[in-house]
């Protein structure tokens, strides 16, 4: 790939953890539990993005993140109080700072009609204060050079010698704002010496010069000593110190505040000027850990530095200097990163790839103190998983299969081989688990999403709400992962736009004007359960029933409990919003939700009580590879029916089963009909159904809420089974949804609900093929 | 690719083909589309499929499906027995397994020994035989497994 490329993918890459983090702590400040480190931290993520934005030129997320930068830094300087309005601003502008980052990172441009707003509403936070177009023009003039260059590697003279005039002409007028100084000030001596690395990370000693400036009166001089003649100069070498004499009320660490982005990448000295000894040069200060880092690093680096120069300019000359000279050395590392990025002209770059690293990731680190300690990862295709899957899933069956074979054989339990099997059969389970983990992530995905919608609905519904969300590090199959999404944003929506009322209507009802939703994901059963509450006024049962009846749903007269009422809302053709409003009536309702959540083979279930709000839980498996099925026997033959979709199981009595036409069979269970379905020749095993009164019902509910009862001679038990393709080496057969291995080794076949409930089903002909083969 | 087309484009070449027995007619495949031959074990039958589809078995933990091939040439539906075998083939990118009598032999020959398939009536010789030839005195057939599955039968139809 192109090194630019991939250097930029990585800034996007930590533009999301930034942003991650960035959305928790406003979501603290929001919550007003935020100190000062959180503000900080903030901070410091808006402007490692805006860092990284800079390198890359992206104007429109480097305007936003500006102004967004500039209302942190006036609140963690105390300029600006932490009012619930500015922290919903805050929060609003986040969004928007994640769509330039979108913006950004796929092509295309931010909808102007929804940054302009915030951004001027957060420019009316910070007033004129610290922000006019000259500061932020000049920011971006030369607040970001460096770093383009050295990805780039373009040649010599680009480090920007308008830096060196700029810089002073830029914080004077600054300075002059600042009030005469005041009695009781000191007067300190900065030493201020960058390492190319500060520049690497889009730092500008100018801007820090003139943030100095604002704490009081300075006297700044430049030694520009160490600049080497233009032919031998380096571009990303970092050759300009200074000496600041500043006379402020602030103390030490008030000034060492000004270079807390910047401190671990330059020499930096600040002593009272009133205790006579003056500071060492910086340059000298320097040269310890320079003389460190090249003694590590200088034969490499030289290496690649030859390699570069030898493309230019042919003397070595100028080359054996830097190795003498400490100084330098240290920032080769930027050449050997450029020697790297640059293959053709340096293919001796031996420079570690290590080294690199720490370049490319520069941008997110000059934060500092906020480091994310990352968890060593490496990417592997889905495939080579699912293949090793597939293989455990084999090995799993293998063992059991021996496991019964030994067994039948007849040796003792006590026996080596049965004890071995036993240790065999722990550690099979083990590697099962292990490699079902592999495919687990946590919820973390879906859930992060969530803030964000809350705040937009809540927004467009003139509601308050304030979502708590628990549990997002529980894991679940990838493939489950994917298909929470739709789900449970769907469900968001609803709770807070037909859930929770309005804050006017909570107030009213003596609750607090800001509703509460709760996400929460947790383990349970070996499923994964997530639960959404709010607190909002309940579902509105006669309401419900009404519709109810007027959409035809339900007869006017029947005699329907709470929990049967609520689960209205299910049904296919159910939409209580009065008015279909943008957010929940989509024409997507509830029975869709459900749909979607029986399609991963899940239940949802929802309990609520008036005026108290509502709560749904979903359960799911945690992989779609392993299903809890029923296995039950019909017509001789063992099948296993996905428990999800089952209600319950009863013995029929001759006296409950009817016949509606010919041969129709319905049987009563309670007070409602439902088919009776003979697995046995619903699936052309056999050609009469068993006698009224024989086998076992299993009342089971389609996808499509449809009820039937499927009758089978027994039922054997409940186990997870492996799902198998039946399509892979054959072809989908009506009525089968899969097919998996039980522990005898035989196929058992996993029966389609849905297909079986459907009548089009049983009434259809055998096929033709049998037809013209019996003939 | 049909096996008749890769004889056509290389007459003359020697290959080697896997004989079995179904009844008492020998018939042959190309060895390098047979992955294992393993002894008959029971099938779990599939609904609602032709009479020739057997049902599946688990070969190490694949479901395959298993087709009576003496059903599927329009000879008499096999009952299998411990004696019988399952010739697993792949066709096509899929994996089923053949029941058949017996494997008998493994055959040597060069593709110009294979004579074109008389013109007899029966619409499965027509489909599924490739050629015959004659090997000590045996008449052997060559099939194509081409379309021993339903439904690239229905995709020809």
Same mark, same amino acid.
């Given at each position: ?93 986040? +969004? ?112 820090? &010069? ?29 050759? &300009? ?11 030490? =660490? ?46 490499? +680096?030289?290496?690649?530095?030859? =390699?570069?120069?030898?493309?230019? *300019? ?65 990417? !592997? ?36 081989? =049965? ?22 992530? /946590? ?10 919608? =809350? ?20 894991? !679940? ?64 049962? /006669? ?28 049904? /296919? ?69 996905? &428990? ?63 009820? *039937? ?32 291995? &039980? ?21 259809? /002909? ?10 | ?28 495949? #190309? ?73 008998? #032999?493994?055959?040597?020959?060069? #593709? #110009? ?45």
């Amino acid at each position: 790939m192109d090194p630019f490329e991939s250097i930029k993918q990585t800034f996007f890459q930590e533009c999301d953890e930034l942003l991650t983090d960035a959305e928790q702590g406003l979501l603290a400040m929001e919550a007003g539990d935020a100190d000062g480190e959180t503000i900080n931290a903030v901070f410091r993520a808006v402007h490692s993005v805006k860092g990284g934005a800079g390198a890359f030129g992206l104007e429109d997320l480097i305007r936003f993140a500006h102004v967004f930068e500039t209302v942190m830094d006036d609140l963690r300087s105390g300029k600006m109080e932490l009012t619930d309005e500015v922290a919903k601003t805050l929060l609003r502008a986040f +969004d928007v700072l994640a769509d330039h980052v979108a913006a950004a990172r796929d092509g295309g441009a931010v909808d102007e009609g929804r940054s302009a707003p915030i951004l001027s509403e957060m420019k009316a936070l910070i007033g004129g204060d610290g922000l006019d177009d000259d500061d932020l023009g000049g920011d971006e003039d030369f607040g970001f050079v460096p770093m383009t260059v050295a990805i780039e590697g373009d040649d010599a003279p680009a480090f920007d010698p308008p830096a060196l005039d700029e810089t002073p002409a830029a914080f004077e007028p600054l300075a002059d704002l600042e009030p005469e100084p005041v009695s009781g000030a000191r007067v300190w001596r900065i030493g201020f010496a960058p390492k190319s690395e500060m520049y690497a990370k889009a730092n500008e000693s100018g801007l820090v &010069l003139r943030e100095l400036a604002r704490l009081g009166e300075m006297d700044v001089r430049l030694d520009a000593d160490a600049l080497p003649p233009l032919d031998q100069l380096s571009a990303e070498t970092a050759y &300009l110190h200074w000496t600041v004499l500043l006379t402020t009320e602030a103390d030490e =660490a008030t000034i060492r505040e000004v270079f807390e982005f910047v401190e671990d990448d330059c020499v930096l000295t600040i002593e009272p000027e009133d205790g006579q000894a003056a500071p060492p040069p910086p340059s000298s200060d320097l040269s310890d850990d320079a003389l460190a880092a090249a003694s590590a690093d200088a034969p490499l +680096d030289i290496a690649a530095l030859l =390699a570069r120069v030898a493309g230019e *300019a042919p003397t070595s000359e100028a080359v054996p200097e830097p190795v003498a000279e400490p100084e330098p050395a240290a920032d080769l590392d930027v050449a050997a990163l450029i020697a790297k990025a640059q293959a053709p002209i340096a293919p001796s770059a031996a420079a570690p790839a290590p080294k690199a690293e720490p370049i490319a990731k520069a941008a997110p680190p000059a934060g500092g103190g906020q480091a994310i300690t990352p968890t060593a990862t490496i990417r !592997v295709d889905l495939d080579r998983v699912d293949r090793l899957i597939n293989a455990v899933g084999e090995l799993v069956i293998q063992q059991a299969m021996l496991s019964q074979q030994v067994m039948e054989s007849g040796l003792a339990r006590s026996s080596n081989v =049965a004890l071995g099997l036993e240790d065999l059969e722990l550690l099979t389970r083990e590697i099962q688990d292990s490699v079902m983990a592999i495919r687990a992530q /946590p919820v973390k995905s879906v859930f992060q999403r969530m803030p964000r919608l =809350a705040r937009e609905v809540a927004d467009m519904t003139g509601k308050r709400v304030k979502l708590v969300m628990e549990g997002e590090g529980t894991e !679940v199959d990838k493939t489950v992962i994917e298909r929470l999404t739709d789900p449970i944003t769907h469900m968001l929506r609803n709770a807070i736009d037909h859930g929770l009322e309005d804050p006017e209507g909570r107030i009213a009802a003596g609750k607090p004007a800001e509703g509460v939703v709760r996400l929460r994901a947790l383990h349970r059963g070996g499923r994964i359960v997530i639960e959404l509450q709010d607190d909002g006024r309940g579902i509105n049962r /006669p309401r419900v029933r009404g519709i109810a009846v007027e959409r035809g749903l339900i007869s006017e007269d029947a005699v329907l409990s709470d929990e049967e009422i609520d689960n209205l809302i299910f049904q /296919p053709g159910f939409s209580t919003a009065e008015t279909i409003s943008d957010i929940s009536g989509r024409g997507v309702g509830m029975d869709v939700v459900r749909r979607s959540i029986q399609g991963l083979g899940g239940r949802i279930t929802i309990s609520s009580e008036p005026g108290k709000g509502s709560k749904f839980t979903m359960s799911l498996p945690l992989t779609l590879a392993v299903l809890d099925g029923m296995v039950v026997t019909a017509a001789e033959q063992t099948l296993v029916a996905p &428990l999800s979709a089952i209600i319950e199981s009863l013995t029929p009595r001759a006296e409950d089963v009817h016949f509606v036409g010919g041969k129709d069979a319905v049987i009563r269970i309670r007070e409602t009909f439902v088919p009776l379905i003979d697995v046995g020749v619903a699936l052309g095993f056999r050609e009469t159904a068993l006698p009224p009164g024989q086998g076992v019902a299993v009342l089971v509910e389609s996808e499509g809420g449809g009820k *039937a009862a499927l009758l089978v001679e027994a039922i054997q038990g409940q186990r997870q089974v492996v799902i198998k393709s039946l399509e892979a080496n054959y072809q989908q057969i009506d009525g089968i949804a899969a097919a998996t291995i &039980l522990g005898d080794g035989r196929v058992a076949l996993i029966l389609d609900v849905d297909a079986l409930v459907t009548t089009q089903h049983r009434r259809k /002909p055998a096929p033709r093929a049998e037809k013209r083969m019996a003939g | 690719m049909s096996m008749i087309d890769t004889l056509s484009h290389t007459a003359g070449a020697r290959r080697e083909l896997i004989a079995f027995r179904i009844g008492d007619q020998e018939f042959c495949v #190309d060895i390098m589309q047979v992955r294992e031959i393993r002894g008959w074990t029971a099938c779990t039958p599939l609904p609602r499929t032709p009479s020739y589809m057997k049902g599946v078995i688990n070969l190490r933990g694949a479901v395959l499906p298993i087709v009576d091939l003496g059903a599927r040439l329009g000879l008499a539906t096999t009952e299998p027995t411990a004696r019988h075998v399952i010739m697993v083939v792949s066709v096509g990118g899929r994996t089923l397994g053949l029941l058949v009598e017996a494997v008998s #032999d493994i055959i040597n020959m060069s #593709d #110009d020994m294979v004579q074109p398939t008389p013109d007899v009536a029966c619409d499965q010789v027509k489909t599924f035989v490739k050629g015959l030839f004659a090997i000590d005195g045996r008449m052997v057939s060559l099939i194509s497994l081409d379309r021993v599955l339903p439904e690239t039968e229905a995709e020809a139809a």
